[in-house]
């Protein structure tokens, strides 16, 4: 049942209009309407049923929550992993506003205007499942030090929002054993709240240029860069301590 996920997207919406709205998302390989949609269902849903069921409210991670709970509840285990993501959906030709904004792309290594969003993905005994998710709202203004000009701003810092979803997770009782993140979610400061207040390990990557202390007996002054030679076999298990 939970093995692709076509299979989980009907387990939690069946044939409702959200069910086949995700099945034609997930699909598709070009631009996606509400009116081709309704072509392919054979008008059994109108395009304007459609259309009322995305505009009808601002749809939350506590709505993803409330779905995904059920399949969640099966599959969860102590052993399961939680990897944190974040993404942009391109959308080149709508209106800037809050959410459709300039966002820099790391893979493209330029900004493009789109829908920046943060994602949780719960992996327990072979299944995958979105629990969490937070989009990037640029709801503030702040004069740009460069150009001196106003730009739009989030009033919090991704990785706030990071530790934010990581809190709701735990909130919600997900028992979990790693919490897996790209290079971008590698500060210290996200390290020691997870190992401190959410009391779980983590693999992130880390920077060439940061520093680690192989004991905890090893001061700051002598911790290793870890683009020096380190003399540690790569199968070792080692306590650590980061800074910056």
Same mark, same amino acid.
């Given at each position: 049942?939970?093995?692709? &996920?076509?299979?989980?997207?009907?387990?939690?919406?069946?044939? /409702?209009? &959200?069910?086949?709205?995700?099945?034609?998302?997930?699909?598709?390989?070009?631009?996606? #309407?509400? /009116?081709?949609?309704?072509?392919?269902?054979?008008?059994?849903?109108?395009?304007?049923?459609?259309?009322?069921?995305?505009?009808?409210?601002?749809?939350?991670?506590?709505?993803?929550?409330?779905?995904?709970?059920?399949?969640?509840?099966?599959?969860?285990?102590?052993?399961?992993?939680?990897? %944190?993501?974040?993404?942009?959906?391109? =959308?080149?030709? #709508?209106?800037? &506003?809050?959410?459709?904004?300039?966002?820099?792309?790391?893979?493209? $290594?330029?900004?493009? !205007? $789109?829908?920046?969003?943060? /994602?949780?993905?719960?992996?327990?005994?072979?299944?995958?499942?979105?629990?969490?998710?937070?989009?990037?709202?640029?709801?503030?203004?702040?004069?740009?030090?460069?150009? %001196?000009?106003?730009?739009? %701003?989030?009033?919090?810092?991704?990785?706030? +929002? @990071?530790?934010?979803?990581?809190?709701?997770?735990?909130?919600?009782?997900?028992?979990?054993? +790693? %919490?897996?993140?790209?290079?971008?979610?590698?500060?210290?400061?996200?390290?020691?709240?997870? =190992?401190?207040?959410?009391?779980?390990?983590?693999? @992130?990557?880390?920077?060439?240029?940061?520093?680690?202390?192989?004991? !905890?007996?090893?001061?700051?002054?002598?911790?290793?860069?870890?683009?020096?030679?380190?003399?540690?076999?790569?199968?070792?298990?080692?306590?650590? $301590?980061?800074? $910056?």
């Amino acid at each position: 049942m939970f093995l692709s &996920s076509l299979q989980t997207v009907r387990y939690l919406y069946g044939q /409702t209009t &959200s069910g086949h709205l995700l099945d034609y998302l997930i699909c598709s390989f070009g631009l996606t #309407t509400a /009116t081709r949609l309704s072509t392919l269902l054979d008008g059994a849903i109108r395009h304007d049923k459609i259309t009322r069921f995305l505009s009808e409210k601002d749809f939350s991670s506590a709505d993803l929550w409330h779905l995904v709970y059920p399949p969640v509840r099966q599959v969860q285990h102590d052993t399961a992993v939680l990897s %944190v993501d974040d993404g942009i959906e391109e =959308k080149r030709n #709508t209106d800037e &506003s809050e959410l459709i904004c300039w966002h820099w792309d790391p893979c493209l $290594g330029r900004n493009v !205007q $789109g829908v920046n969003f943060l /994602t949780c993905l719960y992996r327990a005994q072979d299944v995958a499942l979105p629990v969490a998710f937070q989009l990037i709202k640029k709801s503030a203004w702040a004069t740009d030090k460069k150009t %001196v000009k106003p730009k739009q %701003v989030c009033p919090l810092a991704k990785n706030d +929002y @990071f530790r934010a979803l990581l809190s709701q997770c735990l909130r919600n009782q997900l028992p979990f054993r +790693y %919490v897996l993140a790209d290079i971008f979610f590698g500060p210290a400061e996200n390290m020691v709240y997870l =190992k401190k207040e959410l009391v779980t390990d983590f693999i @992130f990557p880390l920077k060439d240029n940061r520093k680690v202390a192989l004991s !905890q007996k090893t001061s700051w002054r002598d911790a290793t860069c870890l683009s020096a030679r380190c003399n540690w076999k790569r199968t070792r298990r080692w306590e650590s $301590g980061w800074r $910056g």
